[in-house]
Every structure is written in C-alpha cells, then in structure tokens.
C-alpha cells in the first residue's frame, strides 16, 4: 500500500470490507481539522475486499474502538515518512468511550464525567455489558 502521501499520521489497515464508515464514526474522525482518507473495497490478496483509513495527523486514536469494529484490522503509524509501528489490537477485554450506556437509569447518564466502560462477556459473540448495570451493548 502507498503511504507517500501521510509524513506524520496513522493509517488504518485491513479492516473488513464495509466496516471502514462504521469506525470512522466511532473514531469520530468527522470533527478533526486535519485530512483524513477512507478508502472503500481495496482489493486484497489475503482478504478479497477491505476498507483502509488514512489520518495525516499526529493524533491519539481509541484503539479499542478499531478492536471492536475489526480485531484483524492493522494500525500503521508513519513519523517522517516512515512506518514506525505496526500493531494488530485483537478483541479488547475492555471498551473505554467507545459505546455509551443505553440504560436511562445507568449511573453514566447522570454522571457525565464518568468513564463508559463496557467489558467483553462473551468471546465468541462478542457481547459487551455495561461495567456499571451489565446493560448489553448493541
Ligand atoms: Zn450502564
């Protein structure tokens, strides 16, 4: 894959064909200043189709949103050209503020400071509860 173009940025790999707008969401890369890429249905020896994500900005992502997303995903991170770490993140155990609690009740809809903080209970479903009233993830 060419990444000439990102000096200083983060580039988001093999992530499965059509999950790249989903975690682009998550990620909330709408709001950031800098130029971001998403690239839809590259063609991939080992996958057929996947979905790439180009940040051309030094910024902190929520690795456990990319987890979530797409745990075969791979994060690139290029400094001055170079790429500098590739890391696959797996399924996170834990999600810190990537989903928030649905339960009206929940002590996060009142606490807005609060962390939201949903932990895996289930590998093979991939089912997350709410740390605080076990409300299942959607
Ligand atoms: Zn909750």
Do not use: W
């Not at 929940?106 to 089912?127: G, N, R």
């Amino acid at each position: 894959m060419n990444v000439d173009s990102i000096q200083n940025g983060i580039v988001i790999d093999h992530i499965s064909a059509g999950s790249g707008m989903k975690l682009y969401d998550l990620l909330d890369l709408d709001n950031l200043d800098c130029s971001v890429a998403i690239i839809k249905n590259v063609q991939s020896r080992k996958m057929g189709k996947k979905d790439i994500i180009k940040i051309d900005a030094d910024i902190e992502v929520n690795l456990d949103a990319i987890g979530y997303v797409d745990p075969e995903a791979t994060v690139n991170i290029i400094k001055d050209g170079e790429l500098v770490a590739k890391k696959v993140i797996g399924t996170p155990e834990i999600l810190t503020n990537v989903l928030k609690c649905k339960n009206p009740r929940c002590i996060t809809s009142c606490e807005q400071e609060l962390d939201h903080i949903f932990k895996l209970t289930d590998k093979s479903a991939k089912m997350y509860r709410c740390i605080y009233c076990e409300t299942k993830a959607k």
